[in-house]
């Protein structure tokens, strides 16, 4: 897996002493490939010459914002948008993790949990596109291909939806072992994965209907009751 730490880091912030701040504290964490800028037009000019690979954005900036910013980044790049803002509205942050942000942080902040959020976002974002390929493997006479997202038996191919294929990936990855509701939940819905045991288990009923010769009677995919759920592959006991 290639190194996060050399990844290219624009910092967009119009306070000298926070751009100075972020930059010592990630050099000292081992990023060196850091381009700094204090306003929108200078942010601009680093992301088409030097094509960061992520950026940590102040909202607020003297010819513009980090909103109008992200934008107009978004125009000809998808690198990847940590926001640092002194506002700390739920309107805010929903704004801007609405255009696309990657993370929403308030000032002021520890810089210990900047550089955290940031490589959580790197491994998220450049991690999964560097990845081997999905596996294909066979439940009975069904082929699960998770590369393609689908499900082949007798001559029909069932398409997995982006819920399914992310909880057969959590289950395949832990095959033979109980994999707990919260995991999954949290496979599936990240941070916002509260609440949604309910609804795992209707994905879960449809994962069967297309893995289970007999839904009802499942012999692949199994409830672990008061605990969570298993995958039973080939070679699987």
């Known amino acids: 897996m290639e190194n996060m730490k050399d990844k290219k880091i624009m910092i967009v912030d119009d306070e000298p002493e926070i751009r100075v701040m972020i930059e010592r504290f990630l050099r000292k964490e081992g990023f060196f490939r850091i381009y700094t800028a204090a306003d929108f037009a200078a942010a601009m000019a680093v992301c088409r010459t030097d094509k960061p690979d992520i950026a940590i954005l102040d909202v607020m900036l003297p010819d513009g914002d980090g909103f109008s910013l992200l934008s107009a980044i978004r125009s000809f790049s998808d690198l990847p948008v940590l926001f640092l ?55 009975g006479e069904q082929t699960v291909d998770l590369e393609s997202a689908v499900v082949r038996r007798s001559e029909a191919e069932l398409p997995l939806t982006a819920k399914e294929h992310a909880i057969l990936i959590k289950l395949y990855e832990h095959q033979g072992r109980i994999v707990t509701s919260d995991a999954l939940c949290q496979a599936v819905w990240r941070d916002d994965s509260y609440g949604y045991e309910n609804t795992l288990m209707v994905h879960i009923r ?23 759920y298993k995958l039973m592959t080939q070679g699987t006991s």
Request: net charge positive.
């Open 85 to 139: 803002s002194a506002r700390g509205e739920d309107e805010d942050r929903l704004l801007g993790l609405g255009l696309g942000a990657d993370d929403y942080m308030v000032k002021p902040f520890l810089p210990r949990e900047l550089v955290l959020r940031l490589m959580a976002v790197l491994k998220r974002v450049y991690a999964s596109a560097a990845v081997e390929r999905l596996p294909v493997f066979m439940l």
């Open 206 to 228: 449809r994962i069967r209907e297309k893995i289970e010769a007999d839904p009802s009677r499942p012999v692949y995919l199994l409830t672990v009751r008061g605990l969570g």
